[in-house]
């Protein structure tokens, strides 16, 4: 389940990279790409949305004592899409007074909004260097966790071969025990016969013995 967990969580990375890549370029596009611009990041925004929308439902199927790590990174996850939209809405404001000040010819507002693009993409450079270094926290993270799982298939092999050992000594006494048990069954059968041999001898004898006396009186 972490597994899938962790395939939406990468796609989500590559996702906001890039809408953030789109977002600080829209305020040097020409009208007509930032047109198509915008209208291809709300895509990519509801994109995400639904992505963590399936991160949500796979951190919820995952047992409880995992659950907490998930749900940081989910609540990480979530504030960054809000800056993200945030950081779209102050973009599509400073690209609709851009087009309200070219109809109207006030150079001098261009120019602070402009400074004011500067300043945002500056701010989402940042952002984006944030979040490179959080997925990169996080591949070590599941590196991590990967080495650990590892460690311990390899304990429980070790376990599961200690316990064929064991069972394979344990045949090998029930064996020899099995073994020990028929010998003394049959020196016990050969012991009776020999007594059933040694009574029928001595009826024997003492029936001759009486019959002997007999014919003598």
């Given at each position: 389940?972490?597994?899938?967990?962790?395939?939406?969580?990468?796609?989500?990375?590559?996702?906001?990279?890039?809408?953030?890549?789109?977002?600080?370029?829209?305020?040097?596009?020409?009208?007509?790409?930032?047109?198509?611009?915008?209208?291809?990041?709300?895509?990519?925004?509801?994109?995400?949305?639904?992505?963590?929308?399936?991160?949500?439902?796979?951190?919820?199927?995952?047992?409880?004592?995992?659950?907490?790590?998930?749900?940081?990174?989910?609540?990480?996850?979530?504030?960054?899409?809000?800056?993200?939209?945030?950081?779209?809405?102050?973009?599509?404001?400073?690209?609709?007074?851009?087009?309200?000040?070219?109809?109207?010819?006030?150079?001098?507002?261009?120019?602070?909004?402009?400074?004011?693009?500067?300043?945002?993409?500056?701010?989402?450079?940042?952002?984006?260097?944030?979040?490179?270094?959080?997925?990169?926290?996080?591949?070590?993270?599941?590196?991590?966790?990967?080495?650990?799982?590892?460690?311990?298939?390899?304990?429980?092999?070790?376990?599961?071969?200690?316990?064929?050992?064991?069972?394979?000594?344990?045949?090998?006494?029930?064996?020899?025990?099995?073994?020990v048990l028929t010998g003394m069954l049959r020196r016990i059968i050969q012991n009776r016969i020999l007594v059933v041999i040694l009574a029928v001898i001595l009826v024997?004898?003492?029936?001759?013995?009486?019959?002997?006396s007999i014919r003598r009186h």
């Open positions: 389940m972490s597994s899938d967990f962790e395939g939406y969580e990468q796609d989500f990375a590559v996702l906001t990279a890039d809408i953030t890549n789109k977002i600080a370029r829209v305020p040097r596009l020409p009208p007509d790409e930032k047109k198509q611009m915008v209208a291809n990041v709300e895509k990519q925004l509801e994109e995400a949305k639904e992505l963590l929308e399936q991160m949500d439902l796979e951190v919820r199927e995952i047992p409880l004592q995992s659950r907490g790590m998930y749900s940081n990174r989910m609540r990480s996850y979530k504030q960054e899409m809000g800056k993200l939209e945030t950081d779209f809405k102050r973009s599509r404001i400073a690209y609709s007074d851009e087009v309200r000040n070219e109809l109207l010819g006030d150079d001098g507002n261009s120019s602070e909004s402009q400074r004011a693009h500067l300043l945002d993409n500056t701010e989402r450079l940042e952002r984006s260097s944030r979040r490179l270094e959080a997925g990169y926290q996080i591949a070590v993270e599941t590196e991590q966790i990967g080495q650990e799982m590892l460690e311990n298939l390899s304990h429980d092999r070790e376990k599961i071969q200690r316990a064929r050992e064991r069972l394979r000594e344990t045949d090998a006494n029930l064996g020899r025990s099995s073994r024997i004898t003492i029936l001759m013995a009486i019959t002997f």
